[in-house]
């Protein structure tokens, strides 16, 4: 099945598809708790805080106003263990919970399985799931290394399964309407550990074939229409977005650069996050979006940062602790209830809360 003929939801449907998904799974309620005055301010950051096991949506100086997740020590389908992906859907989040590999970080030294999507509400409460804490597979509710997940406006959520190197579209009640590579068996369509998709305003959707080195624009027939390289440059593609002008927004992890590339795939601005002579050596940052006043806001991963720069390269903005050089993870790993400013653990996704820059937006597109 390709499609859909769901019209877009209202900020009061959504509420209301909330409420009915948290009675149909039977999730009990968390107590509510007062909420800081300034959560879901638009300009606020909402930071997936990887190896620190939480979301924290945090104000322009870093004070954190909103958490979902218990540190880097709780490995319990409580937190979103290893998060890679974090969306604000009205006041609810929809989060990527992604587990941690076996090896990298110590805290977990065999790895922790977390093939989790999730909606919560502004008190953490659970209003959908698909996929399960400590499972792993293909089948009905079931995924692997989900690395992230957008909102569409028909309600369906889009999710990257990397593990099983596919991109599905699920429904409200956990069937899945549309896949890629799905029908299409030609070894162009093929995806190697995909870590992004996107539904483009034309109806395509934008994928980042992580390990093929690429980014793709499929259709809903499961055609490659459109891909972009960087001219044979890229390697670890870890994020990609359409922006306004037309031009393909791109995190280079595996180059350590955010790169923007024209319709015909040329260099058209570029960012490195290794230059300081404090970073680690292979930062592989994992997110970057143009923001709507043109700066670009970079997850530079294993620095342990999030970054806003403007278009001449200049860093405007700085969360987490100062860089102090180290091996794979920098040495400055930090966390705090208050403040991103004295640390964050391998953030993997930043997004400003209101700014949908080059990304899916929540209730506009009409096909």
């Known amino acids: 099945m390709h499609g859909s003929t769901n019209k877009p939801l209202t900020t009061w449907s959504l509420a209301a598809l909330a409420l009915s998904l948290a009675t149909a799974i039977n999730c009990p309620a968390r107590p509510p708790v007062r909420l800081d005055p300034d959560f879901d301010r638009s300009g606020n950051i909402l930071i997936s805080d990887q190896f620190n096991n939480r979301v924290v949506e945090v104000m322009p100086n870093g004070r954190i106003v909103w958490q979902y997740g218990n540190g880097s020590e709780d490995f319990s389908g409580a937190s979103p263990v290893g998060v890679n992906d974090a969306e604000r859907i009205h006041t609810s989040t929809l989060i990527a ?15 922790v ?3 989790r999507v999730i909606l919560v509400d502004q008190f953490g409460n659970t209003l959908w799931q698909y996929g399960q804490f400590g499972q792993t ?75 093929n080195n690429r980014v793709i624009e499929v259709d809903r027939a499961d ?14 593609v870890a994020f990609a977005s359409r922006l306004p002008n037309g031009h393909t ?13 024209t319709t015909n795939d040329v260099v058209f601005w570029q960012y490195y996050t290794d230059t300081d002579p404090n970073s680690v050596a292979a930062p592989a940052p994992t997110r970057a979006l143009r923001l709507a006043g043109g700066n670009t806001i970079i997850s530079d991963q294993f620095n342990n940062r999030v970054i806003v720069v403007n278009a001449k390269g200049k860093i405007v903005s700085s969360y987490g602790l100062p860089l102090a050089g180290g091996d794979v993870i920098g040495n400055n790993v930090g966390y705090d209830l208050k403040t991103v400013q004295k640390g964050l653990y391998s953030p993997y996704d930043a997004k ?7 990304i899916t937006p929540l209730f506009m597109f009409r096909f």
């Open 249 to 261: 927004l791109i995190t280079d992890a595996g180059n350590s650069r955010a790169v923007e590339v």
């Open 352 to 358: 400003v809360v209101g700014d949908f820059t080059g």
């Open 97 to 111: 919970c992604t587990g941690t590999p076996a090896g990298l970080i110590p805290e977990a030294p065999d790895g």
């Open 137 to 211: 597979g293909d089948g009905f509710n079931l995924l692997n290394v989900p690395v992230q997940a957008t909102w569409l406006p028909t309600s369906h959520v889009l999710i990257t399964d990397q593990g099983n190197n596919r991109i599905i579209e699920v429904n409200s009640v956990k069937a899945i309407v549309w896949s890629f590579p799905g029908t299409n068996i030609d070894d162009n369509a093929q995806l190697n550990s995909p870590n992004s998709a996107e539904l483009l305003a034309n109806g395509h959707i934008l994928i980042a074939d992580e390990n």
């Open 223 to 236: 055609n490659v229409l459109k891909t972009y390289t960087a001219g044979d440059t890229l390697g670890a």
């Open 113 to 115: 399985a977390d093939n």
